[in-house]
């Protein structure tokens, strides 16, 4: 069973019949869902998640209210704490989640604090501050249920990154590509530097797989998760096994020139992705060409001619 599903049946079952009983004075207040850190609430979790921070649970989100005193909180918190140990054959760990607070009374406030850094809006320079993965975390999961609907407005406001900043950081990724992985990759194994090369497929990979999800308008998990949700993607998905044999096999003669020719056919399809997008009409199979197209559809003339580099 999915943790995801495990927690919207626990909610379900124990906890909101105990919540509508005890605290139907603020009943109308709260809301509750899996939403944040932990494969599980990406859907990722597998036999090899139950080992940690896998157990029957939710979260019970709370705006700042009068009505919701410190003690009224604390005997929610109580009460959930309280709810039954063992659910469909999972049992509740007696020791907290490693890290920040993943399940039971979390402060609407907290939560996004501790994810994007404020409670409101987001402005352009904060959409660059805060990690993709962040963000990500901020809107993964599921919402059961949201009676306020404060939580669930918040969450929506994240969705995705505004069209001028996705451009900036797609502008920034393909000239980021085409350095490492069109130019320095050459040079550094053709100096007999097979290192310095393999770094090159690394960054060329990164800023690839950065460049994929961005083209899809889809945030990219943290790095362990990266692979699994690129093979998930409507778009460009294919690529993900080119992109792993690029940094997992060696620099000798017999792959050297194969790989060349895999990253000169990783960027034809990137530019078509582009050109498909309407965010290119260059000619050119050089990345960096196509990274300063992009940046000029950017409409925020301030953001425009900020360093290509800005958001990467």
């Known amino acids: ?41 990406y859907g990722y979790d597998d036999k090899l998640s139950i080992d940690h921070d896998f157990e029957p649970s939710f979260c019970i989100f709370v705006p700042n209210y009068p009505e919701l005193t410190d003690k009224r909180l604390f005997e929610l918190e109580r009460a959930y704490k309280a709810l039954q140990s063992e659910f469909l054959g999972f049992k509740k760990s007696p020791l907290a989640p490693v890290g920040s607070k993943r399940h039971g009374v979390i402060s609407i406030a907290d939560f996004y604090n501790s994810k994007v850094g404020k409670v409101g809006k987001l402005d352009t320079q904060d959409w660059f501050l805060v990690p993709e993965f962040s963000l990500l975390e901020a809107t993964n999961g599921e919402v059961f249920e949201d009676n306020l609907g404060e939580f669930t407005a918040m969450r929506e406001s994240l969705r995705y990154y505004p069209e001028d900043v996705r451009l900036k950081k797609l502008a920034g990724n393909l ?64 690529l993900s096994c080119v992109l792993e044999y690029l940094i997992s096999s060696p620099n000798d003669s017999e792959h050297f020139l194969k790989k060349q020719e895999c990253v ?49």
């Open 264 to 312: 000169e056919n990783i960027a034809k399809q990137i530019i078509n992705e582009l050109k498909a997008q309407c965010l290119t009409q260059n000619l050119t199979n050089e990345l960096e060409q196509h990274a300063y197209s992009v940046n000029n559809h950017i409409k925020d003339a301030l953001l425009r001619n900020e360093n290509i580099f800005y958001g990467v």
């Open 1 to 41: 069973m999915k943790g995801l599903e495990l927690s919207k049946a626990y909610f379900v079952q124990c906890g909101k019949p105990m919540l509508q009983e005890k605290f139907g004075d603020i009943y109308h207040y709260l809301a509750f869902g899996l939403v944040g850190s932990g494969s599980e609430c």
């Open 175 to 238: 000239l980021l590509m085409g350095q490492a992985g069109q130019y320095n990759y050459y040079r550094c194994v053709a100096r007999g530097e097979n290192g310095g090369g393999q770094l090159a497929l690394v960054e060329f990979v990164k800023a690839c797989m950065q460049t994929i999800f961005l083209l899809n308008r889809q945030y990219m998990p943290y790095y362990k998760w990266s692979f699994k949700a690129l093979r998930e993607l409507s778009k460009l998905s294919e």
